[in-house]
């Protein structure tokens, strides 16, 4: 299974958040690290707020675009 750490950027819709992953790529000619990032729809069992810090694991499709699910939350946005 697929596992992923990520930021949540809204949860507007129900039971659904949009994650975004970023990773670090290594330019094979060039040597430099660039950063790359990817948006992911979750199923939100756990109730996260935007600007949490979770743990995303590959699950059975739920939907057309939701294949992830939250499995735990690392660290809370303090407002």
């Given at each position: 299974m697929?596992?992923?750490?990520?930021?949540?950027?809204?949860?507007k819709m129900e039971k659904t958040?949009?994650?975004q992953v970023d990773r670090l790529w290594k330019h094979p000619l060039?040597?430099?690290r660039i950063k790359r990032s990817k948006k992911y729809l979750v199923v939100d069992d756990l109730g996260?707020?935007?600007?949490?810090?979770v743990v995303i694991e590959e699950c059975r499709p739920i939907s057309k675009?939701?294949?992830f699910k939250?499995?735990?939350?690392?660290?809370?946005?303090?407002k």
């Open positions: 697929k596992q992923f750490e990520g930021t949540v950027l809204h949860t958040a949009l994650v060039y040597r430099k996260v707020k935007e600007g949490d810090k675009r939701k294949k939250i499995v735990k939350v690392i660290k809370n946005k303090q």
